[in-house]
T-cell receptor, first 117, second 116 residues
Framework: AQKITQTQPGMFVQEKEAVTLDCTYD???????LFWYKQPSSGEMIFLIY??????QNATEGRYSLNFQKARKSANLVISASQLGDSAMYFC??????????????FGRGTSLIVHP | EAGVAQSPRYKIIEKRQSVAFWCNPI?????LYWYQQILGQGPKLLIQ????????DSQLPKDRFSAERLKGVDSTLKIQPAKLEDSAVYLC??????????????FGPGTRLTVL
């Protein structure tokens, strides 16, 4: 079974509008972390935002916010006031417990976001 | 602060040849990760080091792939012999602790491998 599911292969949004990128996850761990990364066409992976499983408030970082619904196991990324430079691939990732107290990361397949002027 | 360095950036080889990739993590970062990213997919973790010990290598095809992290600093990933399906971008990342929480991974620019 997929640990991270991103059901939207591609999304389009008008500049200055908000967009939500979906992510659901599967884990039996109580302690885990959820991340979103941006990958522009240049290929670098850029960290955007983090949500811990015990965090009660949704994480926010500038124009990025994470809509965390623990019971539904979803961690959607909301980008407000989209900009042309937001056009990129977006990956949802999870860290869950591994052996020896370490945490093992898993990535989803990604969502391609295109921002139209 | 310098970021994660990788070399080479691009490599083209023929199948059955060998290839090696190098990664220098951010100074002081204890954990180093190697990922394989096939076109159109998310990164897949190949191996994770904590200092110079292996934390997880469950998805590393050990019959052809090997990796080492001598002295707990830089790392080398080798493929020998390469197959067509190894064509991908190989990403290296590092994080300060690897112990969970907001232990953010920082990625290098990647090495794009093409196997002909």
């Amino acid at each position: 079974a997929q640990k991270i599911t991103q059901t939207q292969p591609g999304m389009f949004v008008q500049e200055k509008e908000a967009v939500t990128l979906d992510c659901t996850y599967d884990t039996s761990d109580q302690s885990y972390g959820l991340f979103w990364y941006k990958q522009p066409s240049s290929g670098e992976m850029i960290f955007l935002i983090y949500q811990g499983s015990y965090d009660e408030q949704n994480a926010t970082e500038g124009r990025y916010s994470l809509n965390f619904q623990k019971a539904r196991k979803s961690a959607n990324l909301v980008i407000s006031a989209s900009q042309l430079g937001d056009s990129a691939m977006y990956f949802c990732a999870m860290r869950e417990g591994g052996t020896g107290g370490s945490y093992i990361p898993t990535f989803g397949r990604g969502t391609s976001l295109i921002v139209h002027p | 602060e310098a970021g994660v360095a990788q070399s080479p950036r691009y490599k083209i080889i023929e199948k059955r040849q060998s290839v090696a990739f190098w990664c220098n993590p951010i100074s002081g970062h204890a954990t180093l990760y190697w990922y394989q990213q096939i076109l159109g997919q998310g990164p897949k973790l190949l191996i994770q080091f904590q200092n110079n010990g292996v934390v997880d290598d469950s998805q590393l095809p050990k019959d052809r792939f090997s990796a080492e992290r001598l002295k707990g600093v830089d790392s080398t990933l080798k493929i020998q012999p390469a197959k067509l399906e190894d064509s991908a971008v190989y990403l290296c990342a590092s994080s300060p602790r690897g112990a969970g929480g907001t232990d953010t991974q920082y990625f290098g620019p990647g090495t794009r491998l093409t196997v002909l």
